[in-house]
Nanobody, 130 residues
Framework: QLQLVESGGGLVQPGGSLRLSCVVS????????IGWFRRAPGKEQEGVSC????????HYVNSVEGRFTISRDVAKNTFYLQMDNLQPEDTGVYFC???????????????????????WGQGTQVTVST
């Protein structure tokens, strides 16, 4: 059973930055497609970003394009979501999720929907406020 553990959330002022981490165990992250999701108060879960199998393709929802960066460190078996210029509307619980193996979705034109992931982390709270 794959396990995902997020960390890195917190309280930050508008314009600030946070880096979320998603540690994968016990299997290699190279076998999975990864997505980052968030759930804001009173809103539906939203796909924020994804990273394809092999790490060659990424996609971001329009609202975070140019501010967020998804990446991975194979040696640390960890995925990251670097979030810059955070705004109050970025507030929410952030989750990482994994699909595979095998993977069957594409991370090109959109973030695969939540139902396409088999594994989920517990979430980490991000609050952007003065």
């Amino acid at each position: 059973q794959l396990q995902l553990v997020e960390s890195g959330g917190g309280l930050v002022q508008p314009g600030g930055s946070l880096r979320l981490s998603c540690v994968v165990s016990p299997f290699s992250l190279e076998d999975y497609l990864i997505g980052w999701f968030r759930r804001a108060p009173g809103k539906e879960q939203e796909g924020v970003s994804c990273l394809s199998l092999g790490g060659h393709y990424t996609h971001y929802v329009n609202s975070v394009e140019g501010r967020f960066t998804i990446s991975r460190d194979v040696a640390k078996n960890t995925f990251y979501l670097q979030m810059d210029n955070l705004q109050p509307e970025d507030t929410g619980v952030y989750f990482c999720a994994a699909q595979g193996p095998p993977t069957y979705s594409y991370c090109t034109n959109d973030v695969p929907s939540p139902g396409e992931y088999e594994y989920w982390g517990q979430g980490t709270q991000v609050t952007v406020s003065t």
